[in-house]
């Protein structure tokens, strides 16, 4: 168990030190995630009341298609001169790797998030930590699905002739629970009614990421093994 | 006669045999008429395209454990037919939904549902094109089968939460249907299921086939 954890451990902080080097996941995920934010802005007039109920969306949207160009980034960096196939050779279990992968993965979307979301509230004169802080917990388990399942299929993607098209095809149908649980519990914290409704929005995230992380824990080694 | 040429020639006879006890044989409906006909094909389709998908479902997770290319044949030949029901679904759906409710769309759990069940799949057929290595292809494809299946539950349960906090514009006044309606729809889901096996057969068979062609071709 302790050798599973360090497993992940050291893939974790092998791509946070490539990372630190490079920094290219995180400023094109930051970038676009940004870009993404500001060119949504133009479905409204400026000050239009019903903005409020459209920019949950539109912040989810911005994480969801930046992250989908980090993973794609990030999981090409493993491909580039063989990286991912002689990292699945080491004589350790398959499916830490995988996880430590997601949570480096994790780790730079939060990143991007802990950016972006301060930008968006100037922006937009919206805040969503304004009625509760239950809006941190949304963000970090809807930001950990993503990782699990975008992580999976980005290795799956890969391998195929058409990555960039292939992985949002694969992800984002699979996603859907996540990006309505994540977008209607930001919008109840938004326009801050009652808190208790989004109790089950949360709870409904929180079964997706069980059940997948449990899911891919279970087939992960199956998959990859020659 | 062999028992492929005996499913062959029992899909024939069967669909026939649903035409006529959808056509002739089931009363015309008193408020919708004719365009309720479409009930009949569209639930036996319904029903072929989530049979078909769990199909995929079950070998992907035979093609993991056991390593054996059959299970890989069978659970693409599956998607692939399910894709073609689940299309048919989603036409026949809105034509009946048009006079009926007034519009060709609705954002109904069900109906959200099977859409995004079409896009799964599609992206599973789609993966299988593109990836060259057979082992990595039926490796690939088979987590995308299961992981895919396992998300349907979960987006219905999703979007049904959703639905249920803003009223619902359109509800199914369910039931009450005619006996001979019941009979019917029995009938044509037999012949739809007949058609299925049909089908998977043939696909089975050219399967077998290409792979014969790749082993001489390597040779």
């Keep these: 168990m302790k050798k599973y954890f360090k497993t992940i451990y050291h893939i974790f902080e092998k791509d946070i030190l490539l990372e630190l080097k490079s920094i290219e996941v995180i400023n094109s995920m930051l970038i676009f995630s940004l870009l993404t934010v500001i060119v949504f802005s133009f479905i409204f007039e400026p000050g239009a009341e019903y903005k409020i ?41 398959k499916s830490a790797i995988f996880f430590g992968k997601v949570l480096s993965n994790f780790i730079f979307l939060i990143f991007m998030e802990i950016v972006t979301i301060p930008v968006f509230t100037i922006f937009y004169n919206v805040n969503i930590f304004k009625h ?52 209607q519990s930001i919008n109840i914290f938004i326009k801050g009614d009652t808190i208790s409704d989004a109790d089950r929005w949360i709870r409904l995230i929180a079964a997706f990421d069980l059940i997948f992380t449990f899911v891919v824990y279970a087939i992960f080694d199956y998959i990859v093994e020659e | 006669m062999k028992l492929e040429k005996v499913i062959d020639f029992l899909s024939f006879i069967l669909i026939l045999v649903a035409l006529y006890f959808a056509f002739i044989y089931a009363p015309v409906e008193k408020v919708m008429g004719p365009v309720q006909k479409i009930f009949y ?26 390593n054996r290319y059959i299970f890989d044949d069978i659970a693409s030949s599956s998607a692939g037919i399910g894709i073609i029901f689940c299309s048919i679904v989603l036409i026949t759906g809105p034509i009946w939904a048009k006079p009926i409710w007034g519009t060709w769309w609705t954002w109904d759990p069900r109906l959200t549902t099977t859409l995004i069940l079409w896009f799964i799949y599609v992206g599973y057929l789609m993966l299988r094109k593109f990836i060259d290595e057979e082992d990595k292809r039926a490796k690939f494809a088979a987590a995308v089968g299961i992981v895919g299946f396992i998300d349907v539950p979960i987006v219905f349960l999703s979007i049904r939460w959703w639905r249920t906090i803003h009223p619902n514009v359109l509800q199914k006044g369910g039931g009450g249907l005619h006996p001979d309606m019941i009979t019917s729809l029995i009938v044509s889901v037999i012949a739809f299921t007949f058609l299925y096996l049909m089908l998977m057969n043939k696909n089975l068979k050219i399967k077998a086939l290409e792979r014969k062609i790749l082993t001489i071709e390597n040779e």
């Design chain 2, 41 to 66: 094909f569209h639930v036996a389709s319904a029903w072929i395209a989530f049979f078909a998908f769990f199909v995929t479902f079950i070998c992907s997770i035979f093609l993991l454990a056991t």
């Design chain 1, 53 to 93: 109920d459209l920019v949950g969306g539109i912040l989810w949207m911005a994480i969801v298609f930046a992250g989908i160009l980090g993973l794609n980034k990030s999981m090409m960096s493993e491909v580039n001169g063989g990286n991912l196939n002689a990292l699945l050779l080491a004589p350790v279990d």
């Design chain 1, 132 to 183: 509760t802080l239950l809006s941190i917990p949304v963000f970090i388990l809807g930001t950990y699905g993503f990782s699990v399942l975008g992580t999976l299929f980005s290795i799956i993607s890969v391998k195929s002739r058409t990555r960039e098209v292939m992985l949002p095809i694969l992800l984002l149908p699979l996603m859907i629970p996540i990006i309505l649980a994540a977008i």
